[in-house]
């Protein structure tokens, strides 16, 4: 399985993400459901957006890991946001952090400024789309 990042040279350069994924070859989509800054205990963290962002993506990253697939894989990504000039503030902290956690390969990505999430204290919530090699019986 190969996923292709497209980005036209027609369009804007981006930054943080790419404008269109394909995925060629055998293989399967792992959907992710929407991870936020939840300890083990069901708790969200302490910290600002930077934190509750890394614990976040760490959390999807465990979902996925446990489902067969590794950070590449990651086709698709939906960034929801309590308070958006918080999150444009701390744009490079939070772009270091995919970097560490993921490497420099970025989904096709979109970013959705909303009033709340479900737990109040939640910052941040990020949902994905992977597309994993298939798993070998």
């Given amino acids: 399985m190969t996923l292709e990042r497209i980005n036209p040279a027609a369009l804007a350069r981006p930054s943080g993400f790419s404008h269109a994924i394909t995925a060629t070859g055998?293989?399967?989509?792992?959907f992710l459901a929407g991870q936020t800054a939840l300890d083990r205990d069901g708790k969200i963290i302490t910290g600002g957006i930077v934190e509750q962002f890394?614990?976040?993506l760490s959390n999807l990253?465990?979902?996925l890991t446990e489902a067969?697939?590794?950070?590449?894989?990651?086709a698709q990504l939906t960034v929801y946001i309590v308070d958006m000039d918080d999150?444009?503030?701390?744009a490079r902290e939070i772009g270091a952090v995919w970097r560490t956690l993921?490497?420099?390969?970025y989904p096709a990505m979109a970013g959705i400024g909303v009033a709340r999430l479900w737990d109040a204290e939640a910052l941040v919530e990020v949902q994905g789309?992977?597309?994993s090699e298939?798993?070998?019986g």
């Fill in 68 to 74: 067969g697939g590794r950070p590449s894989d990651l």
């Fill in 54 to 56: 890394e614990r976040a």
């Fill in 129 to 131: 789309i992977a597309w």
């Fill in 102 to 105: 993921v490497g420099t390969d």
């Fill in 87 to 90: 999150y444009r503030r701390h």
């Fill in 61 to 63: 990253l465990t979902a």
């Fill in 26 to 30: 055998p293989g399967r989509v792992i």
């Fill in 134 to 136: 298939p798993v070998s």
